[in-house]
C-alpha cells in the first residue's frame, strides 16, 4: 500500500502537519496553485503570555494577478530576525530554548537569509523540521508532474503518477473532493483525523493546539513526536 499526500506548503506548520507528513509515504508540495492572502501560507501563529501572536512573512502580492505561491516572493529582506527576536521574546524561558537555540538562530539568520521565494523558506523549515522529528517520508513538488485541469482531477494525476493505492487528504477537501474519481482508479481515500492529540506543558495557558511546531519542541524537547506523531502515541 502506497499512500500519498497533497498539500500547499504553509510557513513554520503546527504539529497537524506533521503528522500527516509522516503517514504517507510521498508527500507533495502543492506549490504551483494561486497564492491566497491571510492563510498559512505565509504566516502561523507563536503563544505569547495570555495570547497568540502571528509571525507573517511580508510579501508580494500582485492584486488580482493569478499568483502561483512558488511565484510569490518575500518583500522584507529581514523578516527573519524580526521573527528569530519574537520567538527569543516567546520562548526564551521554554524548557528547551537553550538547547535548541543554535539550531534555529542558524536557520532564520542565516540558512533562511537571502531566500527570496516564499516556497523556499517553507520548504527549508519543513524539511528541517522532519529530520528533528525524524520523519523520513519523501518530499517532491508538484511541479514536477504535468497537472491536468480540475480540482480533484490535478489531485487524481499526481497519485497516478506516483502509483499510489491510497490518498491521504486533510478534512478540508470534503467540501470538494470527487472521491469517485480516485475510486474508479482504485486509490482509496482516506481523511486525516487532528484529534487526540495530547497536552503539553506550555509556558503560559490555556493550552492552544492550534501553534506553530516550534512550541511543541521548545516545550518538549525529545518528547515532541509523542504529541505530535500519532504512530509515538496510539
Known amino acids: 500500500m502506497k499512500k500519498v499526500a497533497i498539500l500547499q506548503s504553509n510557513y513554520i506548520p503546527w504539529k497537524g502537519y506533521f503528522d500527516l507528513i509522516d503517514q504517507v509515504d510521498e508527500f507533495v508540495l502543492y506549490d504551483d496553485m494561486q497564492y491566497t492572502k491571510r492563510d498559512w501560507?505565509?504566516?502561523?501563529?507563536?503563544?505569547?503570555?495570555n495570547q497568540l501572536?502571528?509571525?507573517?512573512?511580508?510579501?508580494?502580492?500582485?492584486?488580482?494577478?493569478?499568483?502561483?505561491?512558488?511565484?510569490?516572493?518575500?518583500?522584507?529582506?529581514?523578516?527573519s530576525e524580526k521573527h528569530w527576536?519574537?520567538?527569543?521574546?516567546?520562548?526564551?524561558?521554554?524548557?528547551?530554548?537553550?538547547?535548541y537555540k543554535d539550531w534555529l538562530e542558524d536557520l532564520f539568520l542565516n540558512k533562511s537569509k537571502g531566500l527570496e521565494l516564499l516556497s523556499e523558506v517553507n520548504f527549508l523549515f519543513i524539511k528541517e523540521v522532519c529530520k528533528f522529528l525524524e520523519i523520513t517520508t519523501n518530499i517532491k513538488w508538484s511541479s514536477e508532474f504535468d497537472i491536468v485541469d480540475g480540482q480533484s482531477e490535478k489531485l487524481l494525476g499526481i497519485c497516478k503518477n506516483l502509483?499510489?493505492?491510497?490518498?491521504?487528504?486533510?478534512?478540508?477537501?470534503?467540501?470538494?473532493?470527487?472521491?469517485?474519481?480516485?475510486?474508479?482508479?482504485?486509490?482509496?481515500?482516506?481523511?486525516?483525523?487532528y484529534n487526540n492529540y495530547s497536552e503539553y506543558k506550555q509556558l503560559h495557558g490555556p493550552f492552544e493546539h492550534?501553534?506553530?511546531i516550534l512550541d511543541v519542541i521548545l516545550n518538549t524537547g525529545e518528547d515532541a513526536k509523542k504529541y505530535a506523531l500519532r504512530r509515538h502515541f496510539e
Not at 41 to 49: D, F, G, P
Not at 86 to 95: G, L, R, T, V
Open 163 to 193: 502509483e499510489a493505492n491510497l490518498y491521504l487528504s486533510g478534512p478540508a477537501a470534503k467540501n470538494y473532493l470527487d472521491e469517485d474519481l480516485f475510486i474508479n482508479e482504485k486509490i482509496e481515500v482516506e481523511w486525516m483525523n
Open 41 to 49: 501560507r505565509n504566516r502561523n501563529k507563536i503563544k505569547l503570555q
Open 85 to 99: 527576536s519574537s520567538i527569543k521574546h516567546a520562548y526564551a524561558k521554554a524548557p528547551f530554548f537553550k538547547e
Open 53 to 79: 501572536s502571528w509571525l507573517s512573512i511580508p510579501v508580494l502580492v500582485k492584486g488580482k494577478y493569478f499568483q502561483k505561491i512558488n511565484e510569490t516572493t518575500i518583500s522584507d529582506n529581514n523578516w
Open 210 to 212: 492550534g501553534v506553530s
